[in-house]
Each structure stands twice: as C-alpha cells, then as structure tokens.
C-alpha cells in the first residue's frame, strides 16, 4: 500500500472551516462539557467534546453531509451508497433526506439494532453483509455499480474528512472561549477520519497541542502503521465491543495525515470502555457507545495520562442499544485500570 | 395556611437577570437539546433544556449560588445549613465550597447514594433524618439553631427562585435563536422553586407561551392546591421514585407565583418517568433520573399532547444511580401510556 500521497489532494485545515460554514444549522454544535465528579476521579481537568449530542447521535453527519453538499446535481440524482457498522450510515441517510436523495446503506448483519432501526428510520433502503466473510467495501462498490449510483465512503474522502475535523474546530474555540489552556486532545481512531480532521483543524486553531488517538487493543492497526511507517492491517477474527472503531485497515488519506499530525496512539481494553460507559452516565449524565468512549477510557483507565493536566477527549457517539447499556450499567467496576470510581 | 403574600415579597423578572449574571461562568449555560428521534416518536417538536448537563447534575446550583451570594459576610462566617433529598444539597454543597462557606445538609436516610456520596464529595458535612417519621424542615432549623448557622431553604426564597428562574431566561434566548416558536413549556414541579422561577422569566422573555407544571400522580400538592385557590398537602406516607419530587405541600412564595402564572399542571405514573427513562438514553443520549424525568414523562406517555406542536421541556437533574438506571434499562416498555417506542 502506498504510505504517502501527493499533498495536493489531502484535505486542509481551510477545507475544515468550509465544511463548518455548510454544517452552520445542520449539524449541532455539540457542547464541550465538564464535571467536577470526573476531575477528581482522574486527577485533573477532562474536557467532553459530547458529539453523542450531534444528530444522529455521532459526529458521522458532519462528514456525510458535507460530501453530499459537494455532489453535482447529476450524480446526487442518481443516489447513493453508503456502508457502516452503523453511525455513518445513520449520517449519510439523515444527510441525504436533508438533502432529498435517495440512500441505501449496506450494514453488518450483527450492527446493533439501534443504529440499523434509526438509519431505516431516515428512509434509507438497508442492505446486509456478513462482517466476517464478506468485504464491505466490496459488497457495496458492487452494488453502487448495480444501481448507478454514487459510493460516498466512511472515511478515505477529502471532503469527509474536512467535515469530521469541524469537531476540532469547534473544540479549538470552545476550550478558548473557556480560557481553558490546552495540554492534549484525545480521539477514538477507527478509519481515522475524525482524528485526521480534528488534527488538521488543532493545527491551526490550537498550534502545538498534541492529538492523541485512542483504537481497541485488537485493532490497533493506525498505532503499528504509525511504527512501521506504512499502514497494517488487523488481523481476520479479532473482535472488540466498539463497533464504531472496527476497520480492517488505516485509510490511505487518513493515514497520510494522521501519520504526519498525530503525537502517538494508546490502546484500551474492552473493560476500559465499559468502565468509562459506567463514568460517563454516573459523572457526565452521557450516553456513550464503546468505541465513543475510547477516549475518555484512556483517561479514565490511565493508559493516557491527564494527572495535573488540561485534556479534551472526544465522545464521539452513542448509539448503544439500552439493553447493553443495562448489562454494562449493571455490571461491577472490577478491573479497569489504574483509576477506580 | 395563607394563599396569598404581598406581592412586595416576590422575586420579579429582574432578580432572574441579576442572578443571570451572578451565575456566568459559575452554572454551565446548558444545551437546548432536540432529537428527531423524538420528535418522531411524539409527532412534534420536542427542545429539551438539559440540565442534567449542569455542574452537579440539576439545576439546584443556580439557586443556592444566588442565594449564598446575597448572604453578608458575617452570615457567611457562621456558616450554612440545608435540607435536601439530594440535587439541592448537593447544589449548596458545591456553591458553599465555591464561595468558601461551611456546608451541612439535613439528607434524608434513604436518598440515593449517588447524591450523598456527592454531597460529601463538595466537602459537606451530611445529618441523615427519617423522610418517613421526621418533618426534614424541622430537622434542618434545630440543626441551624444549634450551629448558629444560616438556613438555605431549598426553594421558599427569592433568590433561590430567581436563581432556578435562569433555566427559564436561558431556555427563552436559546429557543429564540434557533428560530423555534414555542407553544408551550413544560416543567418539572416539587417544591416549585424552579417552574415558578422559570414561569417569572418566561414571562417577560417568552410572553403568552403557557408554563405547564408536571408532578408524580401521588405527589400532586400543586395540582390541587390550583384547584382549590390554596395550598394543599399530600398525605402522609405516599410513594414515588421521583424522589427530587417529593414535598408535603407547596411553598407560599413558590405557590404565589405559580397561582398566577401556570397555565396548568398535568401528573405521571412511576411507569411514565421510567418509560421517559429509557427514551432519553436512547434519543437524546442523556441519563435522566425519575423526577428530572417527570416533563419529558408527560410528553411521551400523552399526559401533555405535543402533536403538532413545538414544545421545550426542562430535563431537570440527573442523579440516578447508575444500578438503578440499569433496572430501568433492561425491564421492558409494557405499560407506558398511549405513546410507544
């Protein structure tokens, strides 16, 4: 695979701020949230970018709307095709009746049923594949060519990646705003198109503060490609909770930025993120999906750091079915990390 | 009892904007919240004022800030006293610890142990009483008196209602700026410091939108209090989960306003706050406890018809025990009034 592109067609922090003209009405400007609970917890001050407040319940709307809006009317009338483990599909198909065109999305047949109903929900047409046997990308390149239609990826896109880095913008201002000094921001990294476009964004609207990634232990793909300096793939069959986080193998555009931009990536363990969905309702009031908790489980497990320190973390969805929630809710904090709650 | 006061002795819209002030950069400017998940499921438009977001989870800060600030320095010296099923004590607590004060709060035995375990964690002394064989006001004035300490009533006082009121004043501004016209709003009411505060500012802020008050079925003091043109009491030895809910009867300064400025009050069953429960975390991604519950409650179950209408509701706390949210989570929707999900 190749490990660099031409600069030219990597997206900028200026692509960034025009997503987040076009997004200005559509996508909400998700609050960063604090809690007097969780910084005593963890030793320091956490600050929530709550993206599970965006519409749709991710930050996925920003990148899917922004791609759409960028489509001439020719292709938009033919419709599109979209695959996910369930967030991007509920924001294309949301961004796509904003819009007024047609969306099918192809989905895990094990996505949870909260992202599958809700993306029905939109009036998108759902088709289902196989996670473990089938390629994704496959399956639905296949079928945009079947219905002529357009394939708006989850994350190897310019325009997908400036929109999801409208997340780091609002954070960069927001933490201003508050006079709160910045020491790291910390994002969940699964294709690695959020954390490319925040780090695009922190560059310029908060210079030298390090963006950290967060992936589960057993799809750490983006912190080996980072080490070998060319992007690996994960393993077939490794399973983890944070489905929103499970890709075969780094973007090439992603990986071309976050390679260049990112100060490091840390692991987190299953546990970690159902401890931190545990913190996260008794501390913060949130919902959070496992993988939208990745960050703030590095936090709060201390694979990450914030003792003394100021630190944003990305909450970035949380699309969880209430049923697991219970489980997890329910569940004892018995083996999470260094900090207990 | 008296039914009603000189007016003299009621806060006005203009101790709302003063406490407004006060409270910039102490109380967090909550999120006006919307999900069209939810406006799906009720057939409206549903703005949520969620101050489950606020610092110590309810909205109980606003006051006891506002009133702890108004309070002479040798008031202060002596230190303070309050009683509280949980949110209010640990809004004083934390308001107290900010201002410097001492803080001991009258909590009753069975109050959850999240909002005890808070209370302490602000650096309160806590003195458990009998909810069910003791007369908390009682309880609280003996302790003052012994102390030499002030008394902060949890919503009898101005400046607590003018304090609560900014819920009100923010919700008014946020609605107005997203453009939404508002044909109602709907509150939580316990003791009533919060709807009657809200009610004085939306007043001024939302004129001619009607304030509609929402009280647990076995909890209804201010229901029929209305009713009758006086204050009411419920009887001894009723039950609810809606435990931030639960007075004996309305306050005279508190039930003064709301007289003259609710449009109505509408009551839930313990079944509708656990219904509006599990919505919450699986729309708005917010964990709200039963009483905090209660307006979204009226709203789902049909209690208050939102159909075609556009609607904020005040999320007023969210300190629920995360075992107990799990219960929640995991029993079943069976039994939830006419509006299903």
Redesign the interface.
Known sequence: MPSSLPSESLPTAADVADAAGRLTGVA?R??L?ES??LN?LVGGRVLVKAE??Q???SFKIRGAYNHICRLDAATRGRGIVSHSSGNHAQGVA?AAAMIGVNATIVMPADAPT?KVD?TR??GAEIVFYDRYREVRDEVARRLAETLGAHLVPPYEDPWIIAGQGTVGLELAEQAAAAGARLDAVVVPCGGGGLIAGCALALATHAPGVPVHGVEPDAFDDTRRSLAAGERQSNPAGARSICDALLVPTPGALTFAINRRLLAGIVTIRDDDARHAM?AA??T?????EPGGAAALAAVLAGRFDVRGKTVAVVASG?NVD??Y??????APDASSGTNRS
């Open positions: 909400v998700t609050p949230l007097d609970s005593r599970v407040l519409r749709t319940g949301a909260i809700s929900a939109y545990r309702a008794r913060l009031k949130l919902v959070i949380g209430p049923t929630l219970a489980q997890v809710l329910a």
